[in-house]
């Protein structure tokens, strides 16, 4: 009897105790956090939105009330981040409050708490701005654009089209860039919350959960193709509309002109360029050709 007792695992004493195994309610703060932004303040921004998302860790961890509203006042300090990569950062700090409601001496992981917050918060905003902000964001007009060009709709090219355009396919050009851009951040969402909480603690946790470099690449690549694509369509559709006689020679110069433009400014950022060189770049190019083929924009296209 004596043998058993010994080999028991001692208790956390009850203010320490975590019901339901202690694990965070992932679901719980993945639906909540959806309203990071709800309370967005000038003083301390997402600090009442962080705290939200977090509060069902914090109500499982710390089933002392006066733990819990110590717990509560850690987390309304400031916090600013890209709302869809905050997710990072909540499953690291519900990872380092479990560790702290577990702990005989929670100090270490509260003192190192602050820091790592910030550090994630700080990290994970710069990645998600050019990601969100930077790439998906435009993409959407451009897949709204496409949908309504694969479906015959040029209204946005020509405001005075008369033709009668169907509202399912009014409505299915911004509802496919907004399907796309949702599903991204949903996903984000939750495979962070989930790579947070898997490896928190540390001040780059899931900073290598994806090639975040390859990624705003690839993005960037799938922009300049939409961007092209459109640019193709649109002076395709204007050189037809306006150039029903002229030559196919003529024709084609006016689709090539904004193809070469991209192609100039691609080439110019993907050597490290800056945007101020690479429409340098551009007006220097169409001043040289304007002027050794006689080409007059202005009664090129109008």
């Known amino acids: 009897m004596a043998e058993n007792e010994a080999n028991k695992t001692p208790a956390r004493p009850a203010c320490c105790a975590a019901p339901d195994g202690g694990k965070a309610p992932l679901g719980a703060m993945f639906l909540r956090s959806f309203f990071l932004q709800a309370a967005w303040n000038y003083e301390r921004f ?7 998302a ?21 987390h309304l300090q400031i916090v600013n981040t890209q709302p869809y990569m905050a997710s990072f950062v909540l499953g690291n700090v519900a ?9 005989a ?49 040029y209204g946005w090219l020509f405001p005075e089209m008369d033709a ?20 991204v951040s949903v996903y ?5 919350l989930e790579a947070g909480y898997r490896c928190g603690g540390s001040p780059n946790c899931a900073l290598d ?27 395709g559709v204007l050189a037809g509309a306006s150039c029903l006689s002229c030559s196919p020679g003529r024709a084609a110069l006016k689709i090539a002109l904004p193809v070469a433009v991209l192609g100039l400014h691609r080439l110019c950022r993907a050597a490290g360029k800056s945007v101020f060189f690479a429409v340098g770049v551009v007006l220097a190019a169409s001043l040289l050709v304007f002027s050794i083929f006689g080409v007059e924009p202005f009664r090129l296209y109008l």
Request: some cysteine.
């Open 105 to 153: 001496d929670p100090a270490p992981a509260l003192k190192s708490m602050a820091g790592v917050k910030q550090a994630l918060a700080t990290s994970f905003a710069a990645i998600g701005d050019r990601i969100f902000w930077g790439r998906l964001k435009p993409m959407t007009a451009e897949i709204c654009l496409l949908v309504w060009a694969a479906g015959g709709f």
């Open 46 to 52: 997402q600090n009442f939105g962080f705290c939200f």
């Open 95 to 103: 990872r380092l409050e479990e560790s702290a409601a577990a702990a």
């Open 188 to 192: 984000t969402r939750w495979r962070g």
């Open 54 to 74: 977090l509060e069902p860790a914090l109500r499982r961890f710390y089933p002392d009330p006066e733990r819990l509203k110590e717990a509560r006042r850690r």
């Open 164 to 183: 009668p355009v169907s509202v399912w396919l009014l409505m299915a050009g911004p509802l496919a860039g907004i399907l796309v851009y949702s599903a």
């Open 209 to 235: 959960a994806a090639n975040w470099p390859r990624h705003i690449k690839l993005l960037s690549a799938a922009g300049f193709v939409m961007a092209l694509a459109l640019a193709m369509i649109s002076f």
